[in-house]
């Protein structure tokens, strides 16, 4: 398997040339008999009505070449996707120091999960569960102060190259009505000395990020960084060095999707990450990002449907890591 290199829109694999648009079309196809399985989240209404129907796929090659299908321009919550990019942010500005506070090892627990938190001393697994989210945007506040928030979203609109990415304040003040449980993971930590800032403040931070819409073509443009070893590989900005984008690639492979990281890794078999409002990120290191989109959601709370077409990507194509 090698990509084609004169021409990023084929691969070849197995000995058979690829159209990188053919392989979409056909995993459009091959999806379609899914829909209807699976739950779009509900936890807060801004989410829960997104259209169950909805899918897009978008795969970003390291020269810029874009291919995509279905809905790939609409934007959607990112949610837990934004994790990547504070983890990112607070790598580059902490570097090991960050360890202390967040650790690198799978739960297998849910993303909101408040039991482990407890038995491990206020000190979360890994940056990719809600507790770990909250610790890194903590020290982003303790960085930046009042505008960890509009470094967050800086950081995001340069990595996709695109001014046109916001925060929907409909979702984020809705996440913060509905806080409860994200207040108990960060209040625990709290009590456990693992949170700097006031705990409001730092939620604030955390759902605003999460509330951020993008497309599946702008995430997956936005993720070339951690395709090319830090480095975005059409703007030549680098963001952070070859061993923090291995490191942060290693995560999403072993964490990126809580207690369903071992399956994602076992179908799909590259670095990823989902996000409750639908959308999955994955890396291809050195070629690559894909994104996909589809609200309907598997019992971890990762798309259904999006997981089964990136599982059909690598098996169709021989993109693995693996
Ligand atoms: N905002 C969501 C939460 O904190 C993000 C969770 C997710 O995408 N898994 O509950």
Do not use: W
Request: proline content about 4%; hydrophobic content about 40%.
């Amino acid at each position: 398997m090698a990509l084609y290199k004169e021409n990023y829109s084929k691969i070849i694999t197995q000995g058979e040339l690829l159209e990188i648009q053919t392989v979409l079309q056909e995993i459009q196809h091959e999806i379609s008999p899914l829909f209807g399985q699976g739950k779009v989240a509900d936890y807060i209404p801004a989410l829960a009505s997104a259209n169950p129907q909805d899918f897009a796929m978008s795969v970003t090659c390291n020269d810029g070449t874009c291919h995509s299908i279905g809905v790939h321009t609409q934007k959607f919550s990112i949610q837990s996707i934004s994790k990547v990019y504070g983890y990112t942010l607070a790598l580059k500005h902490y570097k090991s120091a960050l360890y202390k506070r967040v650790g690198r090892e799978p739960s297998g627990d849910p993303f909101n999960s408040l039991v482990q938190l407890e038995y491990e001393a206020g000190i979360p697994r890994n940056p990719f569960i809600n507790a770990g989210a909250i610790v890194v945007a903590d020290s982003l506040v303790s960085h930046y102060k009042a505008k960890a928030l509009s470094h967050i979203l800086s950081f995001i609109q340069e990595s996709a190259d695109n001014d046109n990415i916001f925060v929907d304040r409909t979702v984020a003040d809705s996440e913060m009505e509905h806080r409860f449980r994200n207040m108990a993971l960060a209040s625990l930590m709290k009590s456990f000395d693992n949170l700097d800032n006031d705990v409001t403040e730092v939620l604030e931070t955390y759902f605003s990020q999460c509330s951020v819409t993008m497309s599946t073509d702008e995430l997956s443009r936005s993720m070339l960084y951690l395709a090319n070893n830090g480095t975005d590989p059409i703007t030549k900005k680098t963001f952070i060095t070859p061993a923090q984008a291995k490191r942060i690639n290693a995560l999403m492979l072993t964490c990126g999707h809580y207690d369903a990281s071992g399956d994602f890794a076992f179908r799909v078999g590259l670095p990823g990450k989902s996000g409750v409002g639908g959308g999955i990120v994955a890396v291809v290191p050195g070629k690559m990002s894909i994104a996909v989109y589809s609200p309907a959601l598997n019992e971890q709370g990762n798309s259904l449907l999006g997981t089964k077409a990136l599982e059909l990507f690598t098996t169709k194509t021989g993109l693995s890591i693996f």
